[in-house]
């Protein structure tokens, strides 16, 4: 790449010049490489989270770890100027309805469901078991279950369906504020 057309501003900002001089395209990603030097991204460095503690966190992976739940359709970590990372999580229903049943829990609708702390309670251990080899600071403390899917419609995601996490932090924002107000109560 030579730069941006007639941009000369932004050409700028994306090509840098190490103390070799060589130019570098600076992508937004961030990665790691392997012991065979192969790149792999893993997030967007516009998608970190940074605690009121000042760590910084890569919201995707943790996501993706979650997901591998069979309880679990959809994930977003929250956690942005918090004390702690915490996450939405949308059920698989028909997984949960199977867990209610075999458990006994009775219920009147979808919401009264999620609401129930047992089904919460699995939702945290199901977090935890899937997330044992983040770091302390990356660890979820606490889970808000969403009855609903995350949409394009809703404007929850992109037509990429990729999370837009400012979106959703502010179209969920008394949920999440009443979560982190419980979370704290216990301590």
């Known amino acids: 790449m030579h730069g941006y057309y007639h941009k000369p501003t932004e050409t700028a900002a994306a090509l840098i010049k190490d103390d070799a001089g060589r130019v570098w395209l600076q992508t937004g990603d961030i990665g790691h490489f392997d012991d065979d030097g192969f790149l792999y991204i893993t997030d967007r ?16 992976p943790i996501e993706h770890a979650i997901k591998q739940s069979r309880f679990v359709n959809q994930a977003v970590v929250i956690g942005d100027e918090r004390k702690f990372p915490a996450a939405l999580i949308v059920p698989k229903m028909d997984a949960v309805r199977s867990y209610a049943e075999l458990k006994g829990i009775k219920y009147k609708d979808v919401a ?3 609401r129930h702390p047992q089904i919460i309670d699995l939702f945290e251990r199901q977090t935890a078991k899937y997330t044992t080899d983040l770091a302390q600071f990356e660890k979820i403390k606490a889970v808000t ?3 609903h899917d995350l949409t394009i419609e809703g404007g929850e995601l992109t037509p990429t369906l990729k999370v837009r996490r400012r979106v959703v932090t502010d179209k969920y924002k008394d949920l999440i504020d009443q979560m982190y107000a419980a979370k704290e109560k216990v301590k």
Not at 51 to 57: A, L, R, V
């Open 45 to 60: 460095k516009k998608d970190l989270l940074k605690t009121s503690g000042g760590k910084y966190i890569a919201p995707q």
């Open 112 to 114: 009264e469901l999620m």
């Open 145 to 147: 279950l969403l009855d």
